[in-house]
């Protein structure tokens, strides 16, 4: 493994970087590659809690849309939060 200090890198270029390496891993699951499937887990199921929440996330998204945040405008608040 290289040394390297990824704070050397700027937010967004870390994120690109995580990106690319979660897709590289995902292209050697799909080639078999026992390693990269244990390391996915695709198949493992979701905690409880989680599905609950997820559950009550979309039935107030059906209740009142209004008051959900378009994804492009989370983004744009995050990059200028976070850089």
Avoid: C
């Avoid at 026992?34 to 997820?54: C, F, G, H, I």
Wanted: proline share 5%; aromatic share 6%; hydrophobic share 40%.
């Amino acid at each position: 493994m290289p040394d390297f200090d990824p704070e050397t890198l700027s937010v967004e270029e870390r994120l690109a970087l995580i990106d690319r390496l979660w897709l590289s891993i995902a292209k050697d699951a799909q080639q078999g590659v026992s390693s990269a499937s244990a390391a996915l887990d695709l198949n493992r199921p979701l905690e409880a809690a989680l599905v609950a929440e997820l559950h009550q996330r979309v039935e107030a998204f059906k209740r009142d849309p209004s008051k959900s945040i378009r994804w492009e405008d989370l983004r744009a608040e995050l990059r200028q939060k976070y850089g």
